[in-house]
């Protein structure tokens, strides 16, 4: 959905998705990044600020888990949390996976971001779920890692 900065109301933008999760930009701003997590795809739009996403395409797809949360590093790097997958996947700007952040005791990962002073630490947030209570007893915790990049500053509201 994107909201209408005149009559403050949502507007479906993006059509035909199952489980919508993880949403990010480009450093850029102008491709936008939109996980599906029922299809296993993390898609890449053009964007622009006024007609909102256009020219769909398959940015990254399968692997272990499902693609949830995501956030983009100042590199264009594109960081998604997978899962059931146990990790965090970085997909350089052009969707080639290069560096995995293991979550140990943790399968089910949920999101991540940038933070800190430097932006410099990546937090991994997970889920205990439907979990057995005796079952990875890190579930649910949140993780924080230093990846060697740095994130992008939140965006505000521009309406």
Not at 31 to 37: K, P, R, V
Not at 58 to 75: I, N
Not at 81 to 106: F, H, I, K, N, T
Request: charged share 20%.
């Amino acid at each position: 959905y994107q909201l209408d900065a005149g009559s403050r109301q949502p507007r479906p933008v993006v059509p035909g998705l199952t489980i919508s999760n993880g949403l990010g930009w480009s450093p850029d701003t102008d491709t936008m990044f939109l996980n599906d997590s029922g299809t296993g795809t993390t898609w890449a739009f053009d964007y622009d600020p006024i007609d909102g996403p256009t020219r769909r395409r398959v940015f990254a797809s399968g692997g272990d888990g499902a693609p949830d949360g995501l956030c983009v590093d100042a590199e264009g790097g594109v960081w998604v949390a997978r899962y059931a997958g146990g990790c965090v996947q970085r997909l350089d700007p052009s969707g080639r996976l290069d560096a995995v952040v293991e979550v140990p005791g943790a399968s089910r990962v949920t999101a991540c971001c940038f933070g800190g002073d430097d932006l410099g630490t990546l937090y991994i947030t997970t889920s205990r779920e439907n979990l057995p209570e005796d079952a990875e007893p890190d579930a649910g915790s949140l993780f924080s890692f230093r990846p060697g990049v740095v994130g992008l500053p939140a965006a505000g509201f521009a309406g």
